[in-house]
């Protein structure tokens, strides 16, 4: 049965999808209890592949293979080690908690459904592929919903002295994100060529020992264009963009899943092109740490409540490169925590911004005060998230930075400082922005608004739960990680010891 | 490479139970944080269950401590390191596990925290009787003791770097209890980013000494506290790993312990309630960063650079507060500059190599500061949160017994004896004139008058609100209730008797107790010597400080046109600025900090989204404008484009075939 859980993982959303299909125009509600059914089925299912994954560790229990075109030899081929396992975990919590969220709209619900599990069949996809053709198939099949989601359900926002609107942002995501997959598509071809075993399975393309000249030529294609899905430097300004652009769920997924397929493209990508990763880390080390000071300095100067999360995203996702490009156990073993940590917590940051916004119709960090009297559990989730955000111990993101700041630490001891200094700053613009926005008194409009209410609750509570969870116990999902990550570094570090 | 003595294996059975004290505070923090949206009274009963506990789990650790005599295994060997069996995590190869190290310094730390502690919390239940989110409030302290008690046990770099965040939010979390009043928030933020940059150094520091060398075992480093001791007096890191990894370290102790110029929070976090002034910011807290540089000392023993830093950082920030203390006209804020003060009188003192007496001074200024605050919250509770000293007086005749335990706790503090603050300064002090270090005398000396400044304003705190004449009318004042006095009376018990038992009567044994073993080379004296020129001088200088004091407050001498004019006055108005140092904080907040974020932000949206993504999307679409007139509809005008592009083709085939056109 395990060898079907991960074709299943992709079934169940297909269902979902086919069953709204069906279902007549005006029945909201049946749309969205079916959504809501499928997205739990799909969690528990997600549960399930971490969890079994992490009592046996064993990366070929769940593979599942089969030939689609013979011509190519192209194979669907399934299958999750423990990065991918942690990974597929992030995504059901995130669609679960995302599908309760988007409850709250009102227009045109099916097609929002439909163009969202798409978008979540795509990422599933991604995660649990072995073959590089599939893998890109679905990193495109997760991209292109996005256009419509934000285009159509977004919101468009007018600042002192430049303008967003929704079309804007859908666009510039839409072909900054597009460009950067021609990047990728040069690259897997190119590599498919050359590596010339007639396979597009990651393993392959391992065994192949592509050389070394064309791997130092073809992976800046690969680094750069998975870079810019996990907001690099300087090509990362679609996200903060896209992010106030999008509906609520839509920014979930988004910050919460969509960048991490970027970051887990570069992982991917250290296996078959290791040379190419040696020769090149330094730029990712380096434009990682720009992400992390630039993004937090940015953050510290928006007025608007979802920029400032949108460039603390940016900031976040530069520990993740920046433990990529350590090649090292610890780092890297940081950088898949520190992506499923920054999941769950900018998940539930962009939920509540949601919860806020919908009461006050606001997102101006300078007219919001003292919310904490009117909203006491939207605001100590807020404060949770905050924190977490700033490195506290005992919440998600603490282990993973430091693990990632002691592998950057070996490697290049600036950066690592710089490091620590990002994080510095991220207390000071996140404890600016809670005293901001919670605390002080509250102005009279503000008084009586309502509480979070229950289809808001539940998904912020699933998401804080994650978040103090992995804090408190961090060793559960590290041992499910670190075997993974030592398999891989081990698998690099061999081809430098045989020549 | 590091392994545990026999003796102290054969022990540590029953010191299992040590763990009990920060999990049943973590028990109650939950316990109460779940009831406090409910409106059920009494909840404080469970801290203060889990407070007593917590006294007896000291005291059975104490005796037990005791009846072993683990004080002294040589050099490498500290108390009982006690770990857990399953790894709190793994990074690599190093696997963290929840370890303890059990020698003088925790328990003396244990002693002090859980005595205090449960002071505090009794006293707070009248204190905060009528504040509708007390249960908040004490599941707030329970998760602070938790964090701190966490902080003394742990035995490994990191984890004292995270319970050291804990802490910090414990204190940022009451501070701004009354979140409603901006001044809190203000001062909440102010001291968790303020600690936050200290803490900078604090995780710097631990890389380097965590990764700067290979273990036995083969891990890349370790973050095991004795392992670092032990490979730095093998000399295992090189000098300038040892020198940063220190001076860092030290950053993150002036952060937390409010060392110049890091100490601009403390003042301002007395906006929090008072008991969390004397627990958190006088007793506990603050003094995490002396426990830190305490508990690291054979590492600035070796790192002389660190330890003259240390040295100097400390006697700057005794005699700035001191100075301070002195002109503030709010009894709050006093006592803040004066824990400062003393705070770094007690870092001067490690850095002089009497780290003993630094930790014997740590727990007697943290029993009178902590009667201090007390003290103050009484005042404040009979007159309607009133802190400014120039509308009390005379108080003595209202509330007697608050009056008393003063007075005691503020000669304690200017180091009369017999009180414990006289012990614990004059072993500083000999110290000071003992120890192998450079400038003793210079050091010596400004330490009398940080010794003079520290009577002095003790001595105007004390006229001003409780014996001159009283400036404003009374409204139904009384004395505190029994439940806040009790805690005052147990305070000044200790007070008066702390230092005689440790020093005099029970020397032998309690006192070696504060011994972090002898780690060190440095020849310092570890316990009390009785030296009768060393206590003449300080006696003098702390009762001429208090004679001064009469005169100038009580006689009004201080109103006299010498002290009005010239030197003096601007050396009044420099000091009431804090020497500018908050204004120079802010200048930098608002003039350079927010200045460069919104350049960065500024160059975000103007050059790396406008010109680097939105151009060459402009550029497509000016360019497709154009071409699109190519795109006229008319067959016409495709049949003209088509026929000539065919004879352009054909006139370069024939130029390519011959070499020629035509």
Redesign the interface.
Known sequence: MDSWILPLILIVPVITLLAILFIPKNNDETIKNITIFGSAISGILSLYVFMAFAQTRDPNQFDFSMVWLRNLSIRLDFGVDGISALMVLLVGIVYLTGTLISCKITERIKEFFILYILLIIGVYGVFISQDLFFFFFFYELAVVPMYLLIAVWGHSSEFET?NRTKEYGAL?LM??LVASSILIWIGILSTFVVANQNSFLFKDLIDANIGNDFQIFIFPFFLIGFGVLAGL??????SP?GHVAAPTSVSMVHAGILMKLGAYGILRSIEFLPAGAQEWMWLLLILGTINVV?GA??A???KDLKYVIGYSSVSHMGYVLMGLATL???GV?GSVLQMFSHGIMTALFFALVGVIYERTHSRDIETLD?L??PM?IAGTLFVIAG?TS?G???LSG??AE??I??GV??TN?LM??LG??G??IT??YI??LI?RI?????SEKWANLPDISKFELIPSVILAFFIVFMGVL??YF??AV?ESVKELINAYLSNFVAG | MYEINEAALQAPSNLGIVWWAPILYIISFVVLGVLSRTKIKYTYFVPIIVSFISIGIFITVFSTYVSNNWERYGCDIIGVCWNGIDPWFVIGDIEMHFGAIIDGLTVTMLGLISIVGSLVIIYSVSYMHDDPRKTWYFSCISFFIAAMLFLVLANNLLLIYVAWELVGLGSYLLIGFWYGKQTAVDAAKKAFITTRIGDVGLMVGILILGTSFTTSSGAIGTFHIPDIILAAQQGMYSTSELNWGCLLIFLGAMGKSAQFPLHIWLPDAMEGPTPVSALIHAATMVTAGIYLTARLFPLYEISTIALTVVTVIGLITAIIAASMALVMNDLKKILAYSTVSHLGLMIFGIGTGGYAAAMLHLVAHGFSKALLFLSAGNIMHSLHEETDIRKMGNLRHYMPITTICFLIGALSLSGIPPLSGYFSKDMLLHGVTHGKIDFTNIYFLLSLGFIFLSSLYMTRVFILVFWSKSTTEYKDIHEAPKTMNIPIIILTFFSIVFGIITCLIYQDTLLDIMHLVTWGFLDTPLHFEFDLILTILSVGFALSGIIAGYFLYQENYVNKSVFNSGLFKSLNSLISQKYYLDDAYNWIVSNVVNKVTAIVSYIDRAFVNDIGINSPGEAIRATSNKLRYIQTGKVYNYALFIVLSISVIVLIWIFLETGKIL
């Open positions: 430049f510039k072909l900054v430097w300087p090509f990362h300004t679609w963009d630039y300095l940015s510290m100067a928006q090292n156990v610890i073993a003292g904490i009297k006491g924190l700033l506290l111990p005992g603490f282990v430091l693990f700041f002691i630490f070996q001891p690592a400082i620590v200094i994080a510095a207390a000071v404890l600016r005293a919670f605390f002080g008194t509250v961090p060793i590290i041992d670190n």
